[in-house]
């Protein structure tokens, strides 16, 4: 199976507000950067999005080492889904998931592939969470 590595981060400017989502996928020693933005968003839709839109442009099952900032995202996915699902898409306040179709999507997705899930702190000089923030960055700010 193949063997890739992800960096993904979202971005918003106002929460709701103008957003974007950048990804750099690294296969055969290779990088290709991916992004882009939504008029009117949250921080987490773009974090997400940033993870399904990665995944998503990955054609064939592959062996995926995912780096995110996002705690929301490692640990929606990782753990807290199971529940959501269980309970009809309900937090354990029986309140309706936030975000829930995006959380559909990313779930579709994950199990096409075969993830490994690790959380980088954000800011802190990490590489290629660096260049995904500023891609996420950039393209918000291509938003009108």
Known sequence: ??????YTDGACSGNPGKGGWGAILIYNKKERYISGSKQLTTNNQMELTATIE???????????ALYTDSQYVKNGITSWIFNWKKNGWKTANKKPVANKDLWIELD????????????????????YNEIA????VNAMNEVC
């Open 108 to 127: 579709k997705y994950v199990k096409i592939h075969s993830v490994n899930w690790f959380w980088v702190k954000g800011h802190s000089g990490d590489h």
């Open 54 to 64: 990665a995944l998503k442009a990955i054609l064939k099952p592959s062996n995926i």
């Open 1 to 6: 199976m193949n063997e890739v590595t992800i």
């Open 133 to 136: 923030d500023q891609l996420a």
